[in-house]
Nanobody
């Protein structure tokens, strides 16, 4: 059973930055593709970014390209999402999961609010 725990959310002003962390409890993270998802108020959950196993490759949803950076540290079993130049429309609950997602692995998420 894989468990994923998100952290690092908060309240930030437009133009600010946050770094989200996803800690993965698994025997090894090396072979898992991990994604970040977000759910804005009143909207469906959507994929934001993902990173594959070794060698890692990345994908970004168009609205976050150039502003978000996903990375992974297999030794720490962690995946990160560096979010810069944040916009109010980035507000939502952020989750990590395998990619593609597994319904059994959704965690509590971490709230990101971008507001002045």
């Amino acid at each position: 059973q894989v468990q994923l725990v998100e952290s690092g959310g908060g309240l930030v002003q437009p133009g600010g930055s946050l770094r989200l962390s996803c800690e993965v409890s698994a025997y090894t993270l090396d072979y898992y593709a991990i994604g970040w998802f977000r759910q804005a108020p009143g909207k469906e959950r959507e994929g934001v970014s993902c990173i594959t196993g070794s060698p890692p490759s990345t994908w970004y949803e168009d609205s976050v390209k150039g502003r978000f950076t996903i990375s992974r540290d297999n030794a720490k079993k962690a995946v990160y999402l560096q979010m810069d130049s944040l916009k109010p429309e980035d507000t939502g609950m952020y989750y990590c999961n395998t990619w593609p997602y597994n319904r059994q692995y959704w965690g509590q998420g971490t709230q990101v609010t971008v507001s002045s």
